[in-house]
């Protein structure tokens, strides 16, 4: 049952919606009407998002709902519901029932449906980068950005034969112990808004093709993306009930904590949201994967190849309006590196902000005036606090989006005592902090709480290595700035920006989804069927 008893408030994301399609340019209209009429459990033309329960889309009867609006234009695109208790309920039901069969089903038979769901990814691919642009915000490039880097986890989750092998050993004359992998049962995914595909699809093809069944939570702000993945989970062959997506915000997230037939839970989002859930899952007994904040820096050393190093900087703080858990938000520029400043912010000028369907967008809008909001509010305490506004990306007007959450790029030059640099901006923020060696930039990095990602510029291989060796951060990259791992690997970010034992995707994925189970036999092969009868006087010897 949902609890009454909420330690986190709901959140609301009231705006002055305008009415569906109204406000869409002619492109964003066409695509929203055509994500209406070929999916079941979606819209974007104002109806509303469906529960999907043991394999039904299921109009959900919550009383309490979200408008999800076009985040460019404020034009309503859909409603998401507070799953009620007893849906959430009907939910669990599903996937508890779905898992005694689906835990008993051969590896080969996971595995095909892997492959299945990798066609129709790729084949309906437009279509959810087109919610994404629609809900999310992200130029359509990056929306299939989003869903590329989810489908590679997909496509390593097709080796699952081979990750799931057991081992044996005769440890004495006779005598076996096997140890192999089993799944744990239902489990839960609570999603964020930035990535509406890649996330969700870091936890489907991990829980699913290990044996598990699944809960999906997306976010409430962008849930589009999930439900087009959910019906062709289901057109890929998927049994009723292994896949289940509910919706809402606080309440359905206790509910998932408190629930004590969900034995895991995997997490990406924001601070504050990930202790909780932390804590409170943990404290039902239920493993749990939690990546939080960041604050990333990027170290410019002054032998870099300085047209990579600043295309990469712009790249890696700007795209996605800085919406993303391993953007570039903070450039420590080393010694001489610092006059290359000026440069940065002329190529960081030159950036394109648009609605995600325009020709020649960089960037899109941020997800909410909230947030727009918030990252004004941590732009100007730079201006109390004495920073220098370089490039100021309030006020911006884009032509034809009037009331669009527009905040182009900026960058401030900052020291690590100002608000600007202690709290993570998640905008199109770039601040500058300078250092006079490579040792100095180290200690700044170092004394950050956050250690999701990092990455240093430099031609120097004795630069690079000691950079490597000493940082204390979970994702290094070497003129690389966004070095998040490929799903061979798995995902490392520490400190605080990462709760649990288990991290996600690759080895680290199978085994948060999996249990070990050791047997040890004995059968003695001198007790085998089928030896001469003996006729002679038993002695009892």
Same mark, same amino acid.
């Given at each position: 049952?949902?609890?009454?008893?909420?330690?986190?408030?709901?959140?609301?994301?009231?705006?002055?919606?305008?009415?569906?399609?109204?406000?869409?340019?002619?492109?964003?209209?066409?695509?929203?009407?055509?994500?209406?009429? @070929?999916?079941?459990?979606?819209?974007?033309?104002?109806? +509303?998002?469906?529960?999907?329960? &043991?394999?039904?889309?299921?109009?959900?009867?919550?009383?309490?709902?979200?408008?999800?609006?076009?985040?460019?234009?404020?034009?309503?695109?859909?409603?998401?519901?507070?799953?009620?208790?007893?849906?959430?309920?009907?939910?669990?039901?599903?996937?508890?029932?779905? /898992?005694?069969?689906?835990?008993?089903?051969?590896? $080969?038979?996971?595995?095909?449906?892997?492959? @299945?769901?990798?066609?129709?990814?790729?084949?309906?691919?437009?279509?959810?980068?087109?919610?994404?642009?629609? @809900?999310?915000?992200?130029?359509?490039?990056?929306?299939?950005?989003?869903?590329?880097?989810?489908?590679?986890?997909?496509?390593?989750?097709?080796?699952?034969?081979?990750?799931?092998?057991?081992?044996?050993?005769?440890?004495?004359?006779?005598?076996?112990?096997?140890?192999?992998?089993?799944?744990?049962?239902?489990?839960?995914?609570?999603?964020?808004?930035?990535?509406?595909?890649?996330?969700?699809?870091?936890?489907?093809?991990?829980?699913?093709?290990?044996?598990?069944?699944?809960?999906?939570?997306?976010?409430?702000?962008?849930?589009?993306?999930?439900? %087009?993945?959910?019906?062709?989970?289901?057109?890929?062959? $998927?049994?009723?009930?292994?896949?289940?997506?509910?919706?809402?915000?606080?309440?359905?997230?206790?509910?998932?904590?408190?629930?004590?037939?969900?034995?895991?839970?995997? /997490?990406?989002?924001?601070?504050?949201?990930?202790?909780?859930?932390?804590?409170?899952?943990?404290?039902?007994?239920?493993?749990?994967?939690?990546?939080?904040?960041?604050? +990333?820096?990027?170290?410019?050393?002054?032998?870099?190849?300085?047209?990579?190093?600043?295309?990469?900087?712009?790249?890696?703080?700007?795209?996605?309006?800085?919406?993303?858990?391993?953007?570039?938000?903070?450039?420590?520029?080393?010694?001489?590196?610092?006059?290359?400043?000026?440069?940065?912010?002329?190529?960081?000028?030159?950036?394109?902000?648009?609605?995600?369907?325009?020709?020649?967008?960089?960037?899109?809008?941020?997800?909410?005036?909230?947030?727009?909001?918030?990252?004004?509010?941590?732009?100007?305490?730079? @201006?109390?606090? &004495?920073?220098?506004?370089?490039?100021?990306?309030?006020?911006?007007?884009?032509?034809?989006?009037?009331?669009?959450?527009?905040?182009?790029?900026?960058?401030?030059?900052?020291?690590?005592?100002?608000?600007?640099?202690?709290?993570?901006?998640?905008?199109?923020?770039? %601040?500058?902090?300078?250092?006079?060696?490579?040792?100095?930039?180290?200690?700044?990095?170092?004394?950050?709480?956050?250690? +999701?990602?990092?990455?240093?510029?430099?031609?120097?291989?004795?630069?690079?290595?000691?950079?490597?060796?000493?940082?204390?951060?979970?994702?290094?990259?070497?003129?690389?700035?966004?070095?998040?791992?490929?799903?061979?690997?798995?995902?490392?970010?520490?400190?605080?920006? /990462?709760?649990?034992?288990?991290?996600?995707?690759?080895?680290?994925?199978?085994?948060?989804?999996?249990?070990?189970?050791?047997?040890?036999?004995?059968?003695?092969?001198?007790?085998?069927?089928?030896?001469?009868?003996?006729?002679?006087?038993?002695?009892?010897?």
């Amino acid at each position: 049952m949902i609890s009454s008893k909420l330690v986190l408030r709901a959140r609301g994301y009231a705006t002055a919606a305008r009415p569906p399609l109204s406000a869409l340019s002619a492109t964003a209209k066409a695509r929203a009407q055509q994500i209406s009429a @070929e999916w079941k459990g979606t819209s974007a033309t104002g109806e +509303n998002t469906k529960n999907f329960v &043991g394999g039904q889309f299921v109009e959900s009867k919550a009383t309490d709902w979200i408008d999800v609006v076009d985040p460019a234009s404020q034009t309503l695109l859909t409603r998401v519901p507070e799953t009620t208790s007893a849906e959430f309920d009907q939910a669990v039901a599903a996937a508890s029932e779905a /898992f005694k069969s689906w835990r008993r089903s051969s590896v $080969l038979t996971r595995q095909r449906f892997i492959f @299945e769901l990798q066609y129709l990814l790729r084949k309906h691919g437009d279509a959810i980068a087109n919610s994404i642009v629609l @809900e999310q915000g992200k130029t359509f490039a990056d929306a299939q950005g989003d869903l590329l880097r989810g489908l590679q986890v997909v496509e390593s989750a097709s080796g699952i034969p081979t990750a799931l092998l057991g081992s044996t050993i005769e440890v004495s004359k006779d005598m076996d112990t096997s140890t192999r992998r089993l799944p744990l049962g239902v489990c839960a995914s609570v999603a964020p808004f930035n990535f509406p595909a890649m996330i969700p699809l870091w936890t489907i093809p991990m829980a699913i093709a290990t044996g598990n069944t699944l809960i999906v939570k997306p976010s409430e702000r962008d849930p589009g993306a999930a439900m %087009i993945i959910a019906e062709l989970c289901q057109r890929a062959g $998927l049994p009723e009930g292994v896949l289940n997506v509910v919706h809402g915000t606080v309440p359905t997230v206790n509910a998932i904590c408190d629930n004590p037939a969900i034995k895991a839970i995997s /997490f990406v989002g924001g601070d504050r949201a990930g202790h909780h859930i932390y804590e409170r899952g943990r404290k039902t007994g239920k493993r749990v994967q939690a990546n939080l904040g960041a604050k +990333n820096h990027a170290v410019l050393m002054p032998d870099a190849n300085k047209n990579h190093a600043l295309n990469s900087l712009v790249g890696a703080a700007f795209g996605a309006a800085g919406q993303r858990c391993m953007a570039i938000s903070v450039a420590v520029l080393v010694g001489n590196a610092q006059q290359w400043l000026p440069e940065l912010v002329e190529r960081a000028k030159k950036l394109n902000v648009n609605q995600g369907f325009e020709k020649g967008a960089d960037l899109g809008p941020v997800i909410s005036l909230a947030a727009k909001k918030r990252i004004e509010g941590l732009i100007a305490s730079a @201006e109390e606090q &004495g920073g220098r506004i370089l490039l100021d990306g309030r006020g911006l007007e884009v032509p034809g989006f009037p009331e669009g959450n527009w905040v182009g790029p900026t960058i401030i030059e900052a020291t690590v005592d100002m608000r600007c640099y202690r709290e993570e901006i998640f905008g199109p923020v770039l %601040i500058v902090v300078t250092a006079d060696t490579l040792d100095d930039a180290l200690s700044i990095i170092n004394a950050n709480p956050y250690g +999701n990602g990092t990455a240093i510029f430099t031609q120097s291989g004795a630069t690079a290595r000691k950079f490597e060796n000493e940082v204390e951060v979970g994702q290094v990259g070497v003129n690389v700035p966004i070095p998040v791992p490929l799903p061979m690997f798995s995902w490392s970010g520490n400190k605080a920006s /990462f709760l649990g034992d288990i991290p996600f995707y690759g080895k680290s994925g199978i085994d948060f989804y999996t249990q070990n189970k050791t047997t040890t036999s004995l059968w003695k092969a001198e007790d085998a069927i089928g030896n001469k009868a003996s006729v002679d006087m038993p002695t009892h010897h």
